[in-house]
């Protein structure tokens, strides 16, 4: 009799046991259902932004193409400004010289005619036997 109450107790305590086992299982898995539950919500609540703001980037797709058009007329026209502002410039340039050619042309004839004109005074000088009285020294 004892030992049918020995294995009565015993199997009374397996049963508790497995009672317990199968509680905690129960709950651990009620635990990790809500965990991917939870996960699953918040991975959906990232996608839905994500979504909304490539919509969002979609949709101002031809905004920003005109942006980038009218930025590309504006750096061409500017280009264009630029080339034209150094045509101009370069054209002074020849103009200056020419100008600069010139006037170096009429110092160097102003030059030799003063010098024509003080070896002629010279010459008149010496004609009236005024040798040693000179306008100027040759150069």
Not at 21 to 36: G, V
Not at 50 to 71: F, I, K, N, P, V
Not at 79 to 88: E, G, N, T, V
Request: proline fraction near 1%; hydrophobic fraction near 40%.
């Amino acid at each position: 009799m004892r030992a049918l109450a020995a294995r009565a107790e015993a199997a009374r305590k397996d049963e508790a046991h497995t009672v317990q086992l199968e509680s905690k299982h129960a709950q651990d898995t009620i635990y990790n259902a809500d965990q991917l539950a939870a996960f699953k919500t918040g991975i959906d609540v990232d996608v839905r932004a994500e979504l909304a703001r490539a919509e969002r980037l979609h949709r101002d797709t031809d905004s920003r193409a005109a942006t980038y058009r009218a930025q590309a007329q504006a750096d061409a026209a500017a280009r264009s400004d630029l080339a034209d502002k150094a045509a101009a410039l370069d054209r002074q340039l020849a103009q200056g010289l020419g100008v600069v050619a010139e006037l170096g042309g009429h110092l160097r004839r102003r030059d030799a005619e003063v010098a024509a004109l003080c070896s002629q005074v010279n010459t008149e000088r010496r004609l009236s036997g005024d040798d040693h009285d000179t306008a100027c020294t040759a150069p």
